[in-house]
């Protein structure tokens, strides 16, 4: 009796001084881009790459991540109490798949043509695909199908593209006729009809925690604002636009899964409205600068990504971009905290992530 006090009073302790959190689902699968990539891009032949400093810069080195630092998906793993970030699918062998896989890759997308100006990528089909195989290995590290299939059932996925399918395909005319093909309500139907295969593709596999992230603001990121916007700071509305149809697709899309599959729970994640309140708001947030990458070339810092080697800017926490496209760690977690525990009504539908978890 006495010991079992002494165990509990160190546990308060423990949470007391900042300890440790308990892990909250035994593993965490990620899908997406080079929002999330954390290095299944670094053997590719790709320029979507991120395998050289300045990035990683606070994170010890670079590791294939697009970012200073963490990425929105290492925030949300570390609040659902993971001891260690979630290894990318290039990377991960044996025991380790039973905490989860990072998918993501750089330039990838829905549509499968999307991103193949800059080489190689994993398509969302394609990291599908690599999750079967994934599946198969958890079986035999459980021993049969059953205990896969419950197991699985605990774990959260997390699910992030369509930004290139517009950047890197809808709104690149020079490489791609889609744009004249399909009107943007036309290319979000396109666009949600592959993403829904994919779905159910990953339920039939085992998932029934499900994060659907939407797309950010795409026309405000230092790029959109370089090539676009007259003044460098205005978001440029056209490609905002279409990309609000796709996220309100989006959230229908969860509505209907379910309706449907009453055994599994799907969550959307409102990263625009997230965005938005950084944007009219930074101060609140501790940014001072939005419009602007903390490396790259060019106006706003806008026309690539940092050049390999590249000095950053010193001020990083107060840049809500890192490069031409993405987010600083800063950036990345005020999205993560929030997807977690939503701050405000409209972040995450119908619950949050934090709630998810407890399911």
């Not at 294939?64 to 001891?83: M, P, W, Y």
């Not at 810092?301 to 890192?322: A, H, K, M, V």
Request: glycine fraction near 10%.
């Amino acid at each position: 009796m006495a010991g079992t006090v002494a165990v509990a009073v160190a546990m308060v302790v423990g949470a007391l001084l900042g300890g440790a959190v308990a892990q909250q689902v035994p593993c965490y699968f990620i899908f997406g881009d080079s929002l999330v990539d954390n290095g299944n891009n670094n053997q590719l032949q790709s320029l979507a790459r991120a395998d050289y400093l300045p990035y990683g810069i606070d994170f010890g080195g670079p590791t294939g991540r697009f970012s200073n630092g963490k990425t929105t998906v290492d925030v949300i793993a570390e609040l659902l109490g993971f001891d260690d970030y979630i290894p990318p699918y290039a990377t991960a062998r044996g025991r380790d798949i039973l905490r989860g896989v990072n998918y993501a890759s750089a330039a990838a997308g829905i549509r499968e043509e999307t991103g193949r100006q800059l080489g190689g990528r994993i398509s969302f089909r394609g990291q599908v695909a690599n999750y079967q195989e994934t599946v198969s290995q958890v079986v035999d590290l459980l021993g049969d199908e059953d205990s896969a299939a419950t197991y699985l059932s605990k774990c959260i996925y997390s699910i992030g593209l369509g930004s290139n399918d517009y950047l890197n395909n809808y709104f690149m005319p020079q490489f791609y006729s889609t744009g004249n093909q399909f009107t943007p309500q036309e290319y979000a139907q396109d666009l949600l009809q592959q993403y829904s295969d994919q779905l159910t593709l990953l339920y039939n596999y085992g998932a029934r925690k499900f994060v659907v992230f939407g797309i950010g603001q795409i026309g405000c990121s230092p790029n959109e604002l370089a090539q676009n916007s007259p003044d460098g700071r205005t978001c440029v509305q056209r490609i905002n636009s279409a990309n609000q149809i796709f996220n309100a697709g989006l959230r229908s899309m969860v509505d209907q899964f379910n309706a449907n599959q009453a055994d599994a729970r799907f969550i959307y994640i409102d990263s625009y409205s997230i965005f938005q309140d950084i944007i009219n708001n930074p101060a609140a947030f501790g940014f001072k600068v939005t419009n602007t990458g903390c490396c790259g070339v060019g106006r706003n810092n806008g026309q690539i990504t940092c050049l390999p080697f590249q000095t950053p800017c010193s001020n990083r926490d107060e840049y809500l971009f890192w490069d031409a496209f993405h987010p600083t760690e800063a950036g990345n977690a005020v999205v993560g905290r929030r997807a977690y525990s939503a701050q405000h009504p409209t972040d995450a539908y119908p619950i949050d992530i934090r709630r998810l978890a407890q399911l």
